[in-house]
Every structure is written in C-alpha cells, then in structure tokens.
C-alpha cells in the first residue's frame, strides 16, 4: 500500500493566500466606491467577505487550528444573510422608484 504523505515542499505557500486574498479584497472595494450600480457594490461586498474567508481558511490549516475554518463558515451565513435583506430592499426599492443608481435613492432623506 503506497501512503501519501504531504511534504512541506507541495504546499502552497500562504503567501500566495495572502496575495490572492489582497488581490480579491481590493477588487472589491473598487466595486463598492467606483461603481453606482447597487448590485455591483453588493458583489464587491460579498467579494470582500469571501477574500476575508480565503485567508481564515489558509492560516486555519497553516496553523493546524479548526477555529478560522469555523468562523469563515460563521461569516458565509451572515453574509448570506446581509445578501438577502440587501436584495428585499432593493427590490422594494426598485418596485417603488425603478432605479438602480445608489445616487439616486434618496428615501431616508429627511
């Protein structure tokens, strides 16, 4: 029986995690401040928290400790949450005004 036994020199290194991670992250945050469109600034959001979980995940396993694997799941959820409040208020917001501008929704005006 042939065992396969991970050497140091296979992984990946976390690093490359953390550049992958930083990479996503500012790509989302361009989304968020760049673009006017809400249901681009909620991508770039959701780009942000995934970059975020990417990285919990790569020193949850360098660090051989489950505790960033649990929160990353713990952030998926409420980010699955925050995305369907988001979309009922868009939707409700583009029933009642038809835009999709984030310049233009001025309903919590005073």
């Known amino acids: 029986m042939i065992s396969r036994t991970v050497r140091r020199k296979d992984m990946v290194p976390i690093t490359w995690y953390i550049a992958l991670g930083s990479v996503l992250f500012m790509i989302g945050v361009s989304g968020v401040l760049l673009r006017k469109n809400i249901i681009i600034m ?17 020193f949850s396993y360098y660090l051989k400790d489950l505790r960033g694997q649990v929160f990353a799941v713990f952030t998926i959820t409420v980010a699955a949450a925050e995305v369907a409040v988001a979309l009922g208020i868009l939707i409700a917001l583009v029933r009642s005004r038809g835009v999709f501008s984030a310049d233009k929704i001025d309903t919590l005006k005073g």
Do not use: F, R, Y
Not at 42 to 58: D, K, Q, R, T, Y
């Open 42 to 58: 909620l991508m770039g959001v959701e780009l942000m928290l995934n970059s975020v979980n990417i990285n919990l995940a790569a």
